[in-house]
C-alpha cells in the first residue's frame, strides 16, 4: 500500500523559509520521478517543482530562484526548500510522482500559509 505522508508546512511570513518533507512508503522510491504539487483554494492542483530519478530538477516559473527540490532515496525522502515566500504561495502542499500522479492516492498535504 503507498503511503505518501507530507510534512513541515505553517504559518510564515512574507519573505521567509519553510522547507517540507515528504515520506514514501509502498514503493521502490528511486527509481520514480517524484513532485510537489499545491492547491490553494478555488484553485486546481497544480505542479511547482519535479525531480527525476537520476536527480534532474524542474520548476513552474512561478517558483523558480526561490523553491529547491531534492531527494533523499536512502531514506525515501522528498523535500522542498521554499524560500522568498510570498502570499501567493499560499496553499496545501502534496507530494506524488511526476509530472503525473501515480498509484491512486494523494497525502493529507501539509497548508502552507505566507501572511504578515
Known amino acids: 500500500q503507498v503511503q505518501l505522508v507530507e510534512s513541515g508546512g505553517g504559518l510564515v511570513q512574507p519573505g521567509g523559509s519553510l522547507r517540507l518533507s515528504c515520506a514514501a512508503s509502498?514503493?521502490?522510491?528511486?527509481?520514480?520521478?517524484m513532485g510537489w504539487y499545491r492547491q490553494a483554494p478555488g484553485k486546481q492542483r497544480e505542479l511547482v517543482a519535479s525531480i527525476t530519478s537520476t536527480g534532474t530538477t524542474n520548476y513552474a516559473d512561478s517558483v523558480k530562484g526561490r523553491f529547491t527540490i531534492s531527494r533523499d532515496n536512502a531514506k525515501n525522502t522528498l523535500y522542498l526548500q521554499m524560500n522568498s515566500l510570498e502570499p501567493e504561495d499560499t496553499a496545501v502542499y502534496y507530494c506524488?510522482?511526476?509530472?503525473?500522479?501515480?498509484?491512486?492516492?494523494w497525502g493529507q498535504g501539509t497548508q502552507v500559509t505566507v501572511s504578515s
Open positions: 509502498g514503493i521502490i522510491f528511486s527509481i520514480y520521478n
Open positions: 506524488n510522482a511526476a509530472p503525473r500522479p501515480r498509484w491512486g492516492t
